[in-house]
């Protein structure tokens, strides 16, 4: 994944990011989180856009400059369709998974301390 441009909004992000979509290019919008602590000097970006396959960046970026540029990379409708509700499925996957560790972490604790005493 790389960052293609940052946005002073979420929604301009939002609809390049589906432009580039049409043309058959896998993004992500990602909000940007300013790393200064007084909120009176955040950053100006708001949003970030981010091509999902590293072959489709010079597309994206080419897309971005020339409505008109050709893609050399495209893919399909089902081919991102596929791509989004496979990354979700791998996301709830590694949560459920993770979530019972720490239950199991948790329960291991507990029992000790049960056993063993404070």
Request: aromatic share 6%.
């Amino acid at each position: 994944m790389r960052m293609v441009m940052k946005y002073e909004s979420r929604s301009e992000a939002d609809e390049r990011a589906a432009f580039l979509q049409a043309h058959g290019i896998a993004t992500h919008v990602s909000d940007m989180v300013s790393m200064r602590p007084n909120l009176a000097h955040q950053g100006r970006f708001r949003a970030g856009l981010w091509v999902i396959l590293e072959a489709q960046y010079d597309d994206a970026v080419g897309l971005l400059k020339d409505p008109d540029h050709e893609i050399e990379n495209p893919l399909s409708v089902d081919q991102l369709k596929h791509m989004e509700t496979e990354g979700a499925a791998r996301a709830r996957r590694t949560l459920i998974k993770w979530s019972v560790l720490i239950v199991i972490g948790l329960g291991l604790v507990a029992g000790a301390i049960v056993v063993f005493g404070p």
